[in-house]
């Protein structure tokens, strides 16, 4: 726990400065694909399994496992007829195809910014495109994503992959991101494409969700005043390691911590202002719980910056939606 040096931290001290960026924690669609869990729970009873993570968050995944949920890699893993939840990074048609064959219920909590970008994929590849998704290989969204097109798609993780690319036809060429990318260094890839491709058919749309984005810019506009960057998240959240990268890049030492217990108490010598933020699957509780732990080890004052105030909210499937939702959550509200 984060109060191995508090006494020698507390005396004789300015209080440190903690700078929160905002928007930070849960996003929209991490919000509704944990409320599919829960209100599946709710009305089938558990077990209810779910493929992959529910969203890439290690005390969500186990706060839903302990009231029942059972998380699976695969749908072999799931009975014959039992209730299976859809990660909110989305499957492949071949596992909707599965799943359907086998007769389980699914429920789906796949969040709709990226079933849009699976749209797109069906959409250009029907159209004769050879498809390149800018993103990260073996994440669950990247292999849902390509699953849709597998033989029109190609995935480039680097600006040389692009440099090497050899497509069918040149002329006939389109582009998709993975939703939780950096903003910044997926512009660099893009201009790479229009380079190699000058007849790139550009979406109409960034994939980059408004999430993902807005939590890069409310930490860009912190950054600069910060000695040490926090950001709370699971290393396999995606958007997380970008916030850590985007940090560093900057020149502000980060730190990815699941929880305040991962603090080491060295990170803050001659640190006074702390910036912290959460990427978009982490509860807003764990930041409370960063900001009481950093408060154990000395003053500190808290403030906080709020780039833009985010309304969006996604209904939920119908298949849940007239069941009321269990209330023996430990997750923040
Ligand atoms: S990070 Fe973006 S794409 Fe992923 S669940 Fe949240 S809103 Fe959807």
Redesign the pocket.
């Given at each position: 726990m984060a109060n191995a040096s508090s006494d020698e931290h507390a005396e004789g001290q300015e209080p440190r400065r903690i700078l929160l960026a905002g928007p930070r924690s849960f996003?929209?669609?991490?919000e509704r694909a944990i409320e599919i869990v829960e209100r599946a729970l709710a009305s089938r009873g558990a077990p209810v399994y779910v493929r992959k993570q529910i969203v890439h968050n290690a005390y969500v995944v186990d706060d839903l496992a302990r009231r029942g949920a059972v998380f699976v890699e695969e749908l072999d893993e799931v009975p014959d007829g039992a209730t299976v939840v859809f990660s909110?990074h989305g499957v492949s048609p071949a596992v909707r195809a599965e799943a359907e064959r086998r007769g389980l219920d699914v429920i789906d909590g796949t969040?709709p910014?990226?079933s849009k970008v699976h749209a797109k994929a069906r959409r250009y590849a029907a159209r004769g495109d050879t498809v390149v998704l800018i993103g990260h290989a073996g994440h669950e969204e990247v292999e849902g994503t390509l699953g849709e097109a597998p033989e029109s798609m190609v995935l480039v993780e680097t600006v040389d992959q692009i440099r090497e690319l050899s497509v069918p036809d040149p002329e006939r060429v389109s582009y998709l991101t993975q939703?939780?990318l950096a903003v910044d260094e997926t512009a660099e890839f893009v201009d790479a494409l229009r380079e190699k491709f000058p007849l790139l058919h550009e979406p109409p749309s960034e994939d980059i969700?408004y999430?993902?984005t807005n939590r890069q810019h409310a930490l860009n506009a912190i950054v600069a005043e910060a000695d040490l960057v926090l950001v709370v998240g699971s290393p396999n959240s995606s958007?997380s390691v970008r916030l850590v990268e985007l940090s560093r890049r900057q020149g502000t030492p980060a730190h990815l911590i699941d929880r305040a217990g991962d603090i080491d108490p060295a990170w803050l010598d001659g640190v006074r202002t702390v910036g912290l933020t959460a990427g978009?699957s982490a509860p807003p509780a764990l930041v409370t719980e960063v900001v009481t732990a950093l408060g154990e080890l000395g003053p500190v004052t808290v403030e906080e910056r709020e780039v833009t105030r985010e309304t969006t909210h996604f209904e939920l499937p119908w298949v849940v939606r007239g069941t009321a939702e269990q209330s023996t959550s430990s997750l923040p509200g």
């Open positions: 996003c929209a669609g991490v909110a969040c910014l990226v939703t939780t969700c999430a993902t958007n978009a």
